[in-house]
């Protein structure tokens, strides 16, 4: 999400935010009830009513929202896991909730209870839209829309594509049957890219048998689950793949190496161009001292080369980031990512110990999914 996200209030503690293109969809309600759908049951009513009634009816529906994913938080909680908000966008609401289920069980009942919640929620608005004396009268349609909204709410959640709820309960029950989480990932996340194709032929074929909008905002939330699934699965694969893996166990030691005393011109003549490798390790008589690559080198006007020494630009190591060997890589991940670097020097009581990679990593990650270890 590019546009940042404000936050209005907090509920038991979980911060609730909204991004602006929520406001978007809210308007999009509020002028489809306002505007169309309330003038047509509601006959007699002055206009200013029925605005005032699709604007409530809006923000209700948003409330529903957010008594759903409050279900999903509040029972993440329970089970420790952190949630760091709720978040309002233009396709509903998402709770960021920061670490995976560890058990199956947790991703079962964390997922279901989203959806429990808008099925409970239509059936009290359906409740109250049957009550004498509201049924039929100037606010039963707003609790009749409710209804619909909540349980449509309910049902499109629960198809079992991953990342919906349905596909992570889809997910909680293999990774019971199999006990391999990757695999239940994997097997969730590809329903949920077959519903996502689905839904985009769908849309568009509508669209062009002149359903128009309606075409395309199915197709629209299509692409969103396909891309929200092929996502989510990456990220899974990787934390997966990477668990209990420690720097030390696939840092490489062998480095490349350059004397602090050449210069510019015969490292970038001798060195880089000739093994194309970007990131190299500075020695003075055997001892690493700083590390430098081609970033360092173009602060220097290439006419000064010659008469400028690698020792003079590069980073010396007590400025660099470093890791040491019991780091998990999924922290030094964390670190080349924040930082924006592809190496990392790895450091143990002794000095220089190896460097790390995210290119290596990358590869680590193929090997060892293609062996399914
Ligand atoms: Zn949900």
Do not use: C
């Not at 009634?53 to 279900?71: K, N, P, Q, R, T």
């Not at 670097?341 to 009581?349: A, K």
Request: glycine share 8%; net charge neutral.
């Amino acid at each position: 999400m590019l546009i940042r996200n404000y936050r209005i209030f907090s509920l038991f503690g979980i911060p609730i935010e909204i991004n602006p293109t929520w406001l978007f969809t809210l308007a999009f309600f509020v002028y489809i009830l306002g505007g169309e759908l309330y003038p047509d049951a509601l006959e007699d009513e002055p206009a200013w009513f029925l605005w005032a009634l699709a604007f409530v009816s809006g923000l209700l529906f948003f409330a529903s929202i957010i008594v759903h994913e409050l279900a999903h938080s509040l029972v993440a909680q329970r089970y420790g896991i952190p949630v760091r908000a709720i978040t309002l966008f233009m396709l509903g609401g998402v709770s960021q909730i920061t670490k995976e289920a560890k058990r199956p069980l947790v991703e079962f009942v964390t997922a279901i209870v989203g959806p429990l919640t808008s099925f409970l929620l239509a059936a009290i608005f359906v409740g109250l839209a049957l009550t004498p004396g509201i049924h039929g009268g100037r606010i039963g349609i707003m609790f009749e829309f409710l209804f619909v909204m909540n349980l449509s709410l309910g049902v499109v959640n629960m198809a079992p594509g991953f990342p919906l709820d349905g596909g992570r309960v889809l997910r909680g029950i293999v990774w019971w049957i199999t006990g391999n989480a990757v695999r239940a990932t994997r097997i969730a996340a590809r329903v949920g890219q077959v519903i996502a194709f689905v839904m985009i032929l769908y849309g568009l074929m509508q669209f062009f048998r002149g359903a128009g909008f309606n075409g395309l905002w199915i197709a629209f939330i299509g692409w969103f689950l396909l891309s929200a699934s092929r996502e989510s699965y990456a990220q899974m694969v990787i934390s997966e793949g990477l668990r209990g893996l420690r720097v030390g166990d696939v840092m490489s030691r062998d480095f490349p190496v350059v004397d602090a005393h050449s210069n510019l011109q015969t490292f970038a003549e001798e060195n880089l161009t000739r093994t194309g490798r970007r990131f190299w390790v500075v020695t003075l008589n055997g001892q690493p001292e700083g590390i430098i690559t081609p970033n360092e080198m173009s602060a220097v006007t290439r006419n000064r080369w010659p008469y400028t020494t690698v020792a003079d630009v590069m980073r010396p190591l007590d400025a660099t980031h470093t890791v040491n060997p019991n780091t998990p890589v999924t922290e030094a991940l964390e670190v080349m990512a924040s930082q924006d670097l592809n190496q990392l020097p790895v450091m143990n009581e002794h000095g220089l110990a190896g460097l790390i990679s995210r290119s290596h990593i990358l590869q680590l990650i193929q090997t060892r999914a293609e062996l399914h270890l």
